[in-house]
């Protein structure tokens, strides 16, 4: 015959339960990293028609896939020199037009117009 469970035993197994469920800050597990980022460039439009999709185009060369929740409206944005705010997606590209550009997939919080020679 087993004894029965003593309250420290129960108290053991429910505090267990609670931070299984909540999970303890700081402890190991996956988490979303933030790049936040500022880059100079020029919005341009890649592909053939009718399926062409956005890209910033930096004035040191590098190129970042706009995410596909704002290519609409980073394309209307005429075709000059801005300051974007924003991050880079973590994880891999989520579609065949962003793996093609190796500096990542920006997604884009803000920008600003800036004149050409700053």
Not at 25 to 51: C, D, M, S, T
Request: glycine content about 12%.
């Amino acid at each position: 015959m087993k004894a029965p469970a003593g309250p420290l035993a129960v108290g053991f197994l429910l505090a267990s339960a609670l931070l299984a469920g909540v999970g303890i800050p700081g402890g190991a597990g996956p988490r979303e990293e933030r790049y936040q980022l500022e880059i100079k460039g020029r919005p341009a439009l890649y592909g053939h028609v009718p399926f062409t999709y956005v890209v910033i185009e930096t004035v040191d060369g590098s190129k970042y896939y706009v995410h596909p929740d704002q290519q609409e409206e980073i394309r209307e944005l005429p075709p000059k020199l801005y300051l974007f705010r924003g991050r880079i997606q973590p994880g891999p590209p989520t579609t065949i037009e962003a793996a093609q550009f190796p500096d990542g997939t920006f997604i884009v919080e803000d920008w600003e117009e800036v004149e050409a020679s700053q």
